[in-house]
């Protein structure tokens, strides 16, 4: 092996052991800034991947985004366009942002949001797709102009991005467990007419609705609380005390 | 129900059916399904030289049929990472009574979406607390880390990312603890325990010969 690729082992594993440390978000921000800004990075953001009802701006961790970049990015919907985020869907492997494939002539805004982001100073990237269990995705995607990405940096900083986002992961989830604006009214409704123990159909007649749309607000539900079944989602919202009897 | 079977050379001979099936689904996912072309063998079955006295297997079963699977392997015999996965490990190989290495981990293709890999997930954190084993090791794929995460199973790596078959992959040092099998219960909703055992059954830190690590 030679000298580089054990230092940057040396610096992974410091890295990876310093996490344990962090007591905030804010202060894996830091820690993340600070040791990806040596391989060349200048932003970069910790996200899940929304559903098509979830708004971007409730799936962020974490970022270091350039002023002003988040505010369009959000406005316009990019994250529905971002040929990025389409790959972290469709892939476990890390990848850089110039292997990520969209076509310029029909795909308008996903050329539209790379462009852009190159105004930003985010021209070149690398990304980590997360694939969790219940369903849960989301990615670590960051970003500058000058980037020292090789195959022997690349290792060091896939695994470094990954203790990482967990950190960020752990720390959000002690904070706040899950938002408590989580669930829409309708949501609340029908699991709480689950927990009394009716059927959707039953619901749907009590709420003057069909029973395909009860069932589809207790699906969403289930997403959102990371639910395998109707039970869990009632067990859940009722832990959480989002729903109460 | 699925419930996860301990099956060990003291009780192999009850579990004669399920192993035979155990070891075709493991040529079915990892020479067929993941390409490890390595292990293919002629008669379908997937059995390596690891395969022998010394495994433990926690096999998940619904109605007799096996839907996932995994082995454990004293570390204090030559194993996998001692003998072929080595230059994995920069930081060292734990190698202890205590520490066993678990391999050839899978769930069923029809049963990836649900509740089985929290089952089995689960039934490895408990089963090593009742036998005392402290600490695991294996390799897998890069993409398998933030599952563990998720799930609360404390992961130490042991090296740096390297890919294998075209796909990163990385040694790594798993803590076994209360919390993680915790974690992973209150995450899959699992209120009781897994594991379907022999009471007969010798405890597995005794049975492993006593060998200069």
């Known amino acids: ?245 | 129900m699925t419930k996860v079977h301990v099956i060990t050379r003291d009780n192999r001979h009850l579990y004669e059916d399920p192993l035979e099936e155990y070891f075709r689904l493991r040529h079915e996912v990892f020479v067929k399904e993941r390409g490890w072309r390595d292990l293919h063998r002629p008669d379908g079955r997937e059995i390596d030289a690891y395969d022998n006295g010394n495994a433990v297997y926690l096999l998940a079963l619904d109605q007799d049929h096996v839907v996932g699977g995994q082995r454990l392997y004293p570390t204090v015999m030559p194993h996998m990472l001692s003998e072929v996965f080595g230059h994995m490990a920069q930081r060292g190989i734990p190698r202890a009574e205590h520490i066993f290495e678990w391999t050839r981990y899978f769930v069923i293709k029809e049963r990836r979406m649900g509740r089985t890999d929290c089952r089995l997930l689960a039934a490895v954190q408990e089963f090593c607390l009742q036998e005392g084993i402290t600490e695991l090791t294996a390799v897998v794929e890069m993409w398998w880390l933030p599952r563990w995460q998720q799930t609360g199973f404390k992961v130490k790596p042991l090296g740096l990312p390297t890919v294998i078959e075209g796909q990163p992959c990385i040694a790594a040092a798993i803590t076994i603890s209360r919390e993680s099998l915790d974690q992973v219960r209150r995450l899959a909703g699992l209120r009781d325990s897994m594991l379907v055992r022999d009471d007969q059954m010798s405890p597995v830190l005794e049975r492993v010969p006593h060998v200069a690590a």
């Open chain 1, 1 to 245: 092996m030679s000298d580089r690729a054990f230092d940057h082992a040396t610096e992974a594993f410091a890295f990876i052991d310093s996490l344990d440390d962090l007591i905030s978000p804010d202060d894996v921000v830091e820690a993340v800034a600070r040791t990806f800004s040596l391989f060349g990075f200048e932003n970069f953001i910790m996200t899940g991947l929304p559903n098509p009802k979830e708004r971007f701006e409730q799936v962020v961790l974490l970022k270091k985004w350039p002023m002003g970049w988040f505010d369009i990015y959000a406005k316009h919907d990019y994250v529905r366009s971002d040929p990025i985020i389409r790959l972290c869907k469709n892939t476990t492997q890390p990848f850089e942002w110039s292997e990520a494939p969209y076509d310029r002539m029909t795909e308008r805004k996903a050329a539209e949001v790379m462009d852009r982001a190159t105004d930003f100073r985010m021209r070149d990237g690398f990304c980590l797709p997360i694939h969790g269990v219940n369903g849960y995705e989301a990615c670590f995607s960051m970003s500058g102009v000058d980037l020292d990405l090789s195959p022997r940096t690349k290792p060091a900083l896939h695994l470094m991005a990954m203790y990482a986002f967990e950190r960020a992961r752990r720390l959000l989830e002690t904070q706040s467990p899950v938002a408590p604006s989580l669930l829409t009214p309708r949501e609340r409704e029908a699991l709480i007419w689950a927990a009394a123990g009716k059927s959707a159909a039953d619901t749907g007649e009590i709420l003057g609705i069909t029973e395909r749309t009860v069932t589809a607000h207790i699906v969403s539900a289930c997403q959102k609380l990371e639910a395998v079944n109707k039970t869990q989602a009632v067990a859940r919202a009722l832990q959480y005390k989002l729903i109460q009897l």
